[in-house]
């Protein structure tokens, strides 16, 4: 952007291990950007390409020595910069039983085992100020911190065990919890899994497409168990963080925000004036403009590369404590579902190049059989689980074909942006309107 002059580093493979961000810094030397300034060396861009690949390959080699001394320590049953796992500690390179956390973990597999609840066995934990361990916590015994150390299998078959490049390595530990208290947890956990009340899974038809239209952040979708009825709901992350934007709707129940959805959209597919328009619209824009579908390619695999190291930086942040286990699980699942949303549109975008007006009419006019195709069923209500899945399939089906993003907006109002859309209805469209 302008705003850096010289870039000064100690050696030159200190600025780059890959030809990729080699090829970015010679870019802006070649255009006079910038200035590269090397403390033991010279730079010369015309090397440029032969120190990346010496780089490169080195830290190949760095990496397969360190993999070899890893699965050597692994092999041997010694530890290798694992955090320990609760109930343990580290003892030169063992893992030995830690007293107090060790008669925690009994507690807690041996209440569970008695049935008493998850929230009731966090109560207990927090009256009886039981030991958090050695990493700080935001949250107190947080439930599913809870329920992780329920399915620690370790605590009763004394076998850890950790995968590495393919290879499955076992650490001997003492075992904590017996195998009659880790029988009767088994067997509880078996119980739950036939009766689905606290475990439902839903079908959202908007997942991964909702934004609160107020703070602009992409809406999780969550679960909540009311009164033994459970509901689902899609839910604003920053007013779950506690620093929602002024008129921010936090929440809008599934049921609501699905069916104005389908509304909205079956008004769009039954519009056949309507829908020809926006397609020929869309081709003559991008016929007129020449949008380069490989240049958007390269940049969502940009974005699903840099989605790789946010979710380590997540990790860091739970590692070193800053955020509770709850937060991880959450973060990393609004990771994933912008992952498939990423890995969906590069796959349209795929279609996409080469001849792109071409091929945009032959996937407008794919989806729009196959939608069309299956409206018909959608007319008489289903009569088992396998109709209802179905009808979900098609809808689901229409919503990614069709549907570019939905805002909820205050009064919990939807806005939908349709993918065919022309661009000149869209600069002439008020935000505040729905579409």
Known sequence: A??????????????????????????????????????????????????AWAARQELLAKHDRFMMGFAARLAAGKPWNFTVPYGYQRVNDHYQVEPDEAACVRKIWGWYADGVSVREIRRRLIAAGAPQGDRPRKDVWGLPRIRKLLRYETYHTGVQKVKLEGDVYELSLEPIVDAGTARRVAERRARHKVYPVGNLKYDYLALGLVYCGVCGWRMHTIARQRHLSPEGEYRCPKAFFGYPEPGCVRTVGWHKLDRLLWEKVSDFLADDERFEREVNATIESLRSQEVSAEAEVYRLREQLDT??????????????????EEDMD?????????????????????????????????????????????????????????????????????????VERIDVMPGRTLRVTFRLDSHSERQMRNPSTGS
């Open 307 to 324: 989605l790789t190291v946010e979710r380590q930086k997540v990790i860091m942040l739970w590692r070193k404590g800053k955020i509770s």
């Open 330 to 402: 959450l973060q990393m699942a609004a990771l994933k579902v912008e992952e498939v949303d990423i890995q969906r549109v590069l796959a349209e975008q795929a279609l996409l190049t080469g001849n792109k007006a071409q091929k945009l009419i032959e996937f407008a006019k794919q989806y729009r059989s196959e939608i069309r195709a299956g409206l018909a069923e959608l007319q008489a209500p289903p009569k088992t689980p396998e109709d209802a899945k179905r009808h979900f399939a098609i809808k689901r089906t229409a919503v990614e074909a069709l």
């Open 2 to 51: 302008g705003h850096v002059d010289v870039i000064v580093a100690w050696r030159e493979d200190r600025l780059y291990r890959g030809f990729k961000p080699m090829l970015e810094i010679t870019e802006r030397i070649e255009q006079k950007t910038v200035i590269v300034e090397l403390v033991k060396e010279l730079f010369d861009a015309n090397l440029a390409p032969v120190k």
